[in-house]
């Protein structure tokens, strides 16, 4: 790299007395490196360097080269944008150049769905703020919704995003862009070059129809808290909500940024990470593996040594864990923990033929429940889920579905729930199946479902065994979210997941005492 060449000692005295020029040639790439002229000399220079040395910097002329530097670097890179907006607090928070570098990556079209969690007050939103601006200045004819866990929330990042593209040196960067006179309302408003509404969002709960998202979707602090992520009816609210109101509001090829803290493995990021469904995911946490802060000018290392231990007197290591750590909290009381199951990649069963395979399925019994069918191979005592079909579709369609892959696995025992489809449903499953060599049953259970759990779960830990390899579906991973998720005690939303594992337990071992066959 070339290095800075030192300037001459009598050089400031130069400049004041004798009037002393500097002029700008060029700048070289990316290295930032300029070529001036200073009293005839020519020299090569770090330009960043430059700027931090005071002796550079109080000549206006210099000032006046950097500028344009930056706003010819701001166009097509988001870190000194970020720079060039707000250099007191991005040269503080180089820990942001991490979110800044993702960002980038998402507009690049290298990454489509992003996460990111952080520490308290490290400035996530506000660097998500001005990437909102610095796309539209980029992209103004495209869409961005942005959502929160409040409308005032939301109306505080809108009026922060509206703001910096108002200001001067957004027009700097890029002249042609400004607010629409016409469409400028907190809640939604425009570009003068949009093709529809150029930010829109709201809080959670908010109806949001007539608008999509063409250029960038972003959640931005989904909960008010860890009690509001550890509320079971609270969290599914907000995920119905998500999925009914996000996913629907996106256009094709949309790119997707989640940031918030991870409180628990079932919330919004939990579910997501799971589901495999980020490309990237950025987590930084308060104290770094020497125990030490991760950026002083958030907090010094002694400020959150002193937190924390004022969290664990208060017995609050969890919330300590969560909002600081970025450390998910792991639900007391869980049936069935992802660290005491068993695991394997579906490669491990080539070769081996199975004592027998059987398929347990059991329909949606209401409206928001799932159609849950698990195939199991059987070795032995042992388990091996090798395939399932989970869905809240149509019964109809996931009858079809499940007698599909009953036949792709040369299945030998089908047997159905039809507590409520009765007739009809048994019907449809012979139908589907006739011609096809397997026993099928179907039956009715009579049997408390929460006691047929807590029965089978010590077989279930330790004799099933559940895919863990790149092959598995997002309907697997969904499915295998529910069985980790079930608790031994209090409210769980949904149980079809587990209820079908005892079932097909159930059956293959010949425990079918509450059981009527029909």
């Given at each position: 790299?070339t290095?800075m060449?030192?300037?001459?000692r009598n050089?400031?005295?130069?400049?004041?007395?004798?009037?002393?020029?500097?002029?700008?040639?060029k700048?070289?790439?990316?290295?930032?490196?300029?070529?001036?002229?200073?009293?005839g000399?020519?020299?090569?220079?770090?330009?960043?360097?430059?700027?931090?040395?005071?002796?550079?910097?109080?000549?206006?002329?210099f000032?006046?080269?950097?500028?344009?530097?930056?706003i010819?670097?701001?166009?097509?890179?988001?870190?000194?944008?970020c720079?060039?907006?707000?250099?007191?607090f991005?040269?503080?928070?180089k820990?942001?150049?991490q979110?800044?570098?993702?960002?980038?990556?998402?507009?690049?079209?290298?990454?489509?769905?992003?996460?990111?969690?952080?520490?308290?007050?490290?400035?996530?939103?506000l660097i998500t703020?001005?990437f909102?601006?610095?796309?539209?200045?980029?992209?103004?004819?495209?869409?961005?919704?942005?959502?929160?866990?409040?409308?005032?929330?939301?109306?505080?990042?809108s009026?922060?995003?509206?703001?910096?593209?108002?200001?001067?040196?957004?027009?700097?960067?890029f002249?042609?862009?400004?607010?629409?006179r016409?469409?400028?309302?907190i809640?939604?408003?425009?570009?003068n070059l949009a093709?529809?509404?150029?930010?829109?969002?709201?809080?959670v709960?908010?109806n949001?129809?007539?608008?999509?998202?063409s250029?960038?979707?972003?959640?931005?602090?989904l909960?008010?808290?860890i009690?509001?992520?550890?509320?079971?009816?609270?969290?599914?609210?907000i995920?119905?909500?998500?999925?009914?109101?996000?996913?629907?509001?996106?256009e094709?090829g949309?790119?997707?940024?989640?940031?918030?803290?991870?409180?628990?493995?079932?919330d919004?990021?939990?579910?997501?990470?799971?589901?495999?469904y980020?490309?990237?995911?950025?987590?930084?946490?308060?104290?770094?593996?020497?125990?030490?802060?991760f950026?002083?000018?958030?907090?010094?290392?002694?400020?959150y040594?002193?937190?924390?231990?004022?969290?664990r007197?208060?017995?609050?290591?969890?919330?300590?864990?969560?909002?600081?750590?970025?450390?998910?909290?792991?639900?007391k009381?869980?049936?069935?923990?992802?660290?005491?199951?068993?695991?394997?990649h579906?490669?491990?069963?080539n070769?081996?033929?199975?004592?027998?395979?059987?398929?347990?399925?059991?329909?949606?019994d209401?409206?928001?429940?799932?159609?849950?069918?698990?195939?199991g191979?059987?070795y032995?005592?042992?388990?091996?889920?090798?395939?399932?079909m989970?869905?809240?579709r149509?019964?109809?369609?996931c009858?079809?579905?499940?007698?599909?892959?009953?036949?792709?696995?040369?299945?030998?025992?089908i047997?159905?729930?039809?507590?409520?489809?009765?007739?009809?449903?048994?019907?449809?499953?012979?139908?589907?199946?006739?011609?096809?060599p397997c026993v099928?049953?179907?039956?009715?259970?009579?049997?408390?479902k929460?006691e047929?759990?807590n029965?089978?779960?010590?077989?279930?830990?330790?004799?099933?065994?559940?895919?863990?390899?790149?092959?598995?579906?997002?309907?697997?991973?969904?499915f295998?979210?529910?069985?980790?998720?079930?608790?031994?005690?209090?409210?769980?939303?949904?149980d079809?997941?587990?209820?079908?594992?005892v079932?097909?337990?159930?059956h293959?071992f010949?425990?079918?005492?509450?059981?009527?066959?029909w």
């Amino acid at each position: 790299m070339t290095k800075m060449v030192k300037k001459p000692r009598n050089f400031d005295k130069d400049y004041k007395a004798d009037g002393a020029k500097m002029s700008f040639t060029k700048h070289f790439g990316k290295k930032g490196i300029i070529e001036v002229v200073i009293d005839g000399k020519q020299q090569q220079l770090d330009i960043e360097k430059c700027f931090n040395d005071w002796n550079y910097r109080k000549k206006q002329d210099f000032i006046a080269w950097y500028d344009k530097y930056m706003i010819n670097k701001a166009k097509d890179d988001f870190w000194h944008f970020c720079m060039y907006m707000n250099r007191p607090f991005f040269s503080k928070r180089k820990i942001l150049k991490q979110v800044a570098d993702a960002f980038q990556q998402i507009y690049n079209g290298e990454i489509k769905h992003l996460g990111v969690s952080l520490p308290p007050r490290t400035g996530k939103s506000l660097i998500t703020s001005y990437f909102n601006t610095w796309f539209l200045g980029k992209k103004p004819e495209e869409s961005i919704m942005r959502l929160s866990c409040g409308s005032d929330l939301f109306r505080k990042f809108s009026y922060d995003v509206r703001s910096f593209l108002d200001s001067e040196r957004f027009r700097n960067v890029f002249p042609d862009v400004r607010l629409s006179r016409d469409r400028k309302a907190i809640d939604r408003w425009n570009t003068n070059l949009a093709k529809q509404i150029s930010f829109f969002g709201g809080g959670v709960g908010t109806n949001i129809i007539g608008f999509g998202a063409s250029g960038l979707a972003v959640t931005d602090d989904l909960y008010t808290g860890i009690t509001d992520a550890l509320n079971p009816t609270r969290n599914e609210f907000i995920k119905d909500w998500l999925l009914g109101t996000f996913d629907s509001r996106l256009e094709s090829g949309c790119p997707t940024i989640d940031i918030g803290t991870r409180w628990s493995y079932d919330d919004i990021l939990g579910m997501q990470e799971q589901l495999g469904y980020y490309d990237l995911q950025i987590i930084i946490p308060a104290l770094d593996a020497n125990d030490e802060s991760f950026c002083d000018d958030v907090k010094t290392t002694e400020e959150y040594h002193e937190l924390r231990s004022k969290m664990r007197d208060l017995a609050r290591d969890h919330i300590w864990d969560a909002e600081y750590m970025q450390q998910p909290v792991a639900e007391k009381g869980l049936m069935f923990p992802a660290k005491q199951l068993n695991w394997f990649h579906v490669e491990e069963l080539n070769g081996k033929e199975p004592d027998t395979i059987m398929q347990y399925s059991d329909p949606a019994d209401r409206g928001a429940d799932y159609y849950a069918s698990v195939i199991g191979y059987v070795y032995k005592t042992d388990v091996y889920i090798v395939d399932v079909m989970f869905s809240q579709r149509d019964m109809t369609e996931c009858v079809i579905r499940s007698c599909e892959q009953a036949k792709k696995h040369k299945v030998r025992t089908i047997v159905a729930e039809i507590n409520m489809g009765g007739s009809l449903l048994e019907e449809k499953i012979v139908n589907e199946m006739d011609g096809y060599p397997c026993v099928v049953e179907c039956i009715k259970n009579t049997k408390n479902k929460i006691e047929r759990i807590n029965y089978a779960s010590s077989f279930i830990r330790k004799r099933f065994h559940f895919r863990n390899d790149d092959g598995i579906s997002g309907e697997y991973k969904q499915f295998m979210m529910q069985v980790t998720n079930y608790k031994k005690n209090g409210k769980n939303i949904h149980d079809d997941a587990p209820e079908s594992c005892v079932g097909l337990q159930e059956h293959i071992f010949n425990q079918t005492a509450s059981i009527e066959i029909w």
